[in-house]
């Protein structure tokens, strides 16, 4: 071999080193590569997939083998819930069940079809799991999207009959064993007739013979097709979906679920298309009271069950028993509650007479007191009895709170340092003009709210248009301090966000989103407190041998500033000195209130407080059996039945009788801040041409004593980028020409807050 050749050979060797040492120096992402791919190979994967499944089923296995199937849990021998007063005396007991068992035949088959329809429309066909269902519920919990979800009917006999309402991860474990056990080991129809004898359907009634009869007073073989789609739909949530407690949002849930249970049916080929277009929802009977629930007893267990289900608590596991409840409740307080609704309202009422009495059947009252230094519910009203209306009044959401929410717009102002229309900081002595009908100024829409008997003030100071409830300037206030800020402030305070609170309608400054008594009774406390957020509870304790219950915190941190509450505080004091709120004025107390009095007088509030205790007391106008909102104009005789009116003589009955004994004070108000004095000239409220001829109340022209503090008008001749929308002399342009007042021939009088037509 030449030279040449040698040199060709020798360098096709360096190539091929330099070849296979490139492919180590720039071969490492291959090399990892290829190992990924030598230890998840499809046959590894499978392989692992496969093998999982066989420990699966060899631990199902195991478990169908070990876990032996109970006895019947004795949830057939339930345990009583004891309910005690806040003294240890015993308020109720519950625990009766009251179940009749019925066979499957008794069951009208296309009732027992809805059931199968709505929970588990392969009941026939499974094997008593739903594995996929299971998976589905188990994510949902993970997800925070709650425990629903995924039990078949099967699954849900095991835990009524077997097990018990817990959720955990070894029940659950447990009632797939025992459920798998149970469909191999009984018919069908047995388990289908197990479910409906053992299932909790609310009202008290276990099982569908004792549901048949407290929903539609009839036994189980009388239920019609949709009697029966109205049962299977409420089973879900029986607290919620009964039609006769159930708010809005509860009733719209329950229909979807019994259109839900025909229209499955339907697609089940169990029912005719054109007969499912004819089925309507029948409304259930009213409720009746439980044994040992007359008075107000039914009102409370109904509150502190209501208060245990916020914090967690199931239906289910309140009806299992074994509960001691001991409420807040003072049984001195409760009564002194329940004898001031007695001797100021009922005691006047004529609920026979329905030809010259007529309102007089449709007044409800409502009323919720609490305890200003530990948010504890001390007493509450919530009507004359179960037996004639089973929604507790005190709990009710469905009417709006009137001018009882001015305060709250006041807070907000102060809180977050609002201004008027001409750059004033607003404070208890800001003016504003108290035209009636005047035109809301900076309004998304348009809004010229009329006053009480459309009576015109003029300039007045923020005192005195809260002490006479002046729609014109709250309407004002309300725009100024910003409608999202005033929203936010509520809401800090203890206010529901319901459907209502829009914050684009300026009518929303008169109170016409929906609140219950113990919401406004926990937001006049919050002010009573110096701003601590207060959230009423009536549960001291709750003690369960197999749960822990922890009880609702009542007192939170600051919601607003103890300024901002002290403040809303020495202002709502002045309402009850030379205001809407004189009728509560007594030498026993201190106190600070507001009255409200809603559109077409439809309701009447009355929320105040001393420095020991915050009650707000209301009447609601609603025609019986319907639920229709009526006017309480005619009450007991006489004219319009206002916020100063009854609740008010209420409220004074219960809290003198209530702080007897008590070390009654003054409120400490150092951080009140007031404002700058006003100047105002002196002048009497006048009516405008619209009017009442004859008003039913009288407001005094002037403040008996003038408040210290705020910003008086500015200087004639200066000017600003706002328009003033108080109308004062301060040289700024108005929103529209104050009317200038004119003595009447009589002052009328009145607190001013009922809303304007249409609002």
Known sequence: MGRAEARRAQGGGRGARRTSNGARAGGGGGGKKSLIRRLFTWKKILGTFFGLILLGTAALVIAYFSVEKPNPNEQATLQSNVYKFADGSILARRGEVNREIVGLDRVPKDVQTGFIAIENKSFYKDQGVDIFGVARGGVNTLLGRGTAGGSTITQQYVKNYFLNQEQTATRKLKELVISLKVDNEMEKDDILAGYLNTSYFGRGAYGIQAAAQAYYGVDVDKLTLEQGAYLAAVLQAPSQYDWATAGPNGKKLVMIRFNGVLDNMVEMGALDSAKRKTLQFREPIKPKPAPGLDGQKGYLVQAANAELRRQGVTDDQIEAGGWTITLNIEPKKQKALEDAVQDELESKLDRKDTKDRPVDQNVQAGATSVDIKTGHIVAMYGGTGL?????????????????????????????????????????????????????????????????????????????????????????????????????????????????????????????????????????????????KRITPTIIKSATHAERTFNPQQAVGGQAISSRTADTVTKVLVGVVEDGSGKAVRSSAYQAAAKTGTTESNVAAWFAAYTPELATVVAMFGEEPGTGKQTTLTGTAGGGRAGGSSFPAAIWKAYTLEALQGADTGKFDLEDADMGAPAKLPSRSASPSSSASTSPSTSASTSPSTKPSGSHSPNPSGSQSSKPNPSGSSSGKPSSSPPTKPTPPTKPPTGSADIKPPGQ
């Open 387 to 531: 037996q004639d209306k089973y929604a507790s009044n005190a709990l009710r959401t469905d009417f709006q709170p009137g001018s009882t929410f001015k305060p709250v717009v006041l807070a907000s102002a102060i809180e977050n340092g609002a201004e008027t229309q001409d750059g004033k900081e607003i404070t208890p002595n800001t003016i504003y003009d108290g035209t009636s009908r005047r035109k809301v100024v900076g309004a998304t829409a348009p809004f010229a709210p009329q006053n009480q008997d459309d009576v015109s003030y003029g300039d007045v100071t923020v005192q005195e248009a809260t002490n006479r409830s002046m729609n014109s300037v709250y309407a004002q206030m309300f725009v100024d301090a910003e409608p999202p800020k005033v929203k936010k402030t509520g809401i800090a305070l203890g206010m529901k966000d319901r459907p209502g609170w829009d914050e684009n309608a300026p009518a929303l400054s008169l109170g016409t989103m929906s609140a219950n008594t113990v919401e406004m009774a926990g937001v006049y406390a919050t002010f009573g407190h110096h701003g």
